[in-house]
T-cell receptor
Framework: EDQVTQSPEALRLQEGESSSLNCSYT??????LFWYRQDPGKGPEFLFT???AGEEKEKERLKATLTKKESFLHITAPKPEDSATYLC?????????????FGQGTTLQVKP | DSGVTQTPKHLITATGQRVTLRCSPR?????VYWYQQSLDQGLQFLIQ???????AKGNILERFSAQQFPDLHSELNLSSLELGDSALYFC????????????????FGNGTRLTVT
């Protein structure tokens, strides 16, 4: 069964304490892995797309990497404003559509 | 601001009723998607329209229906509402028909929070 699993479910960091979030996936023929950030009461905000193993993308304190089985979102020296739920998703197999399979998310809290 | 507009922001209604959720996609985007987010299920894909035509369907209930109009805005109709339909309903849009070959990610609106009492 195609699925996306994120770990940990929740993560508490001190400001400046770097860490990584994990997204493991089982899907036949990956055609895109997506990271989103979601703040309470808001819609998911697009962060990155990764298409092939070995690919890396960076944006400010965030860096996403991709292997054949999983993706990592590395957060370097986080700030309190990085607190949010981070969602990982993959494009569902079976045709060129925008149907994404989402993980349950990792809720990150960064304390000053 | 993603550029995707959803109305209303909040909706409270009773069981058995029917509601309509509305979505305006980002300028230039031809695909519109509807997702449901509940605490126990996470974000679940409901349906996709591309340039007015249904493109993909998820586990959308028969009581739910959607359409995309010539001006590309979309509506999600939920009928015979049950308590379990209470959730956040998100609309998203993208330029292309899919996120893979067109390499155009989905951009989400801020959702409609539906409460069924």
């Amino acid at each position: 069964e195609d699925q996306v699993t994120q770990s940990p479910e929740a993560l508490r960091l001190q400001e400046g304490e770097s860490s990584s979030l994990n997204c493991s996936y089982t899907v036949s023929g990956l055609r895109g892995l997506f990271w989103y950030r979601q703040d309470p009461g808001k819609g998911p905000e697009f962060l990155f797309t990764l298409y092939s193993a070995g690919e890396e993308k960076e944006k400010e304190r965030l860096k996403a990497t991709l292997t054949k089985k999983e993706s990592f979102l590395h957060i370097t020296a986080p700030k309190p404003e990085d607190s949010a739920t981070y969602l990982c998703a993959v494009q569902a197999p079976g045709g060129n559509t925008g149907k994404l399979i989402f993980g349950q998310g990792t809720t990150l809290q960064v304390k000053p | 601001d993603s550029g995707v507009t959803q109305t209303p922001k909040h909706l409270i209604t009773a069981t058995g009723q029917r509601v309509t959720l509305r979505c305006s996609p980002r300028s230039g985007d031809l695909s519109v998607y509807w997702y449901q987010q509940s605490l126990d299920q996470g974000l679940q894909f409901l349906i996709q329209y591309y340039n007015g035509e249904e493109r993909a369907k998820g586990n959308i209930l028969e009581r739910f229906s959607a359409q995309q109009f010539p001006d590309l805005h979309s509506e999600l109709n939920l009928s015979s509402l049950e308590l379990g339909d209470s959730a956040l309903y998100f609309c998203a849009s993208s330029v292309g028909v899919g996120v893979g070959t067109s390499r155009s990610p989905l951009h989400f609106g801020n959702g409609t929070r539906l409460t069924v009492t």
